[in-house]
């Protein structure tokens, strides 16, 4: 059975740092691609950031939200992946979901999308305090 759990949410004040946490559990860690979504009440689930692997490599994708002060990494001894958010500002407050695909694509259009990810955890809600 899969599993994936997020930790890590909470209250932050803006301007600090975080450190969003998704553990996987029964599925192959290292072969699948992970990626981070949020979501705000009445609006769609929004992509955040993805990391999968080319020729050996991790390569990771962000939405324009986040790059340059976001990390999205993965410890395939643990079976995590994380997301460090910095500069973080009340637009980041939403629930973060963790989501995992067995599938790769060559393109980033295909991973930022909610239908390419098989398994989602539950979230965990950040909210940011001006």
């Known amino acids: 059975q899969v599993e994936l759990a997020e930790s890590g949410g909470g209250l932050v004040q803006a301007g600090d740092s975080l450190r969003l946490s998704c553990a996987a559990f029964g599925v192959p860690f290292s072969s699948y691609t992970m990626a981070w979504f949020r979501q705000i009440p009445g609006k769609d689930r929004e992509f955040v950031a993805a990391?999968?692997?080319?020729?050996?490599?991790?390569?990771?994708y962000y939405d324009a939200s986040v790059k340059g002060r976001s990390t999205i990494s993965k410890d395939n001894t643990k079976n995590t992946v994380y997301l460090q958010m910095n500069k973080i500002g009340p637009a980041d407050t939403a629930v973060y979901y963790c989501?995992?695909?067995?599938?790769?694509?060559?393109?980033?259009?295909?991973?930022?999308?909610?239908?390419?990810?098989?398994?989602w955890g539950q979230g965990t809600q950040v909210t940011v305090s001006s």
């Open positions: 990391i999968t692997w080319n020729e050996g490599f991790s390569v990771a």
């Open positions: 989501a995992a695909t067995s599938h790769w694509y060559s393109l980033r259009d295909y991973y930022i999308l909610n239908s390419t990810y098989e398994f």
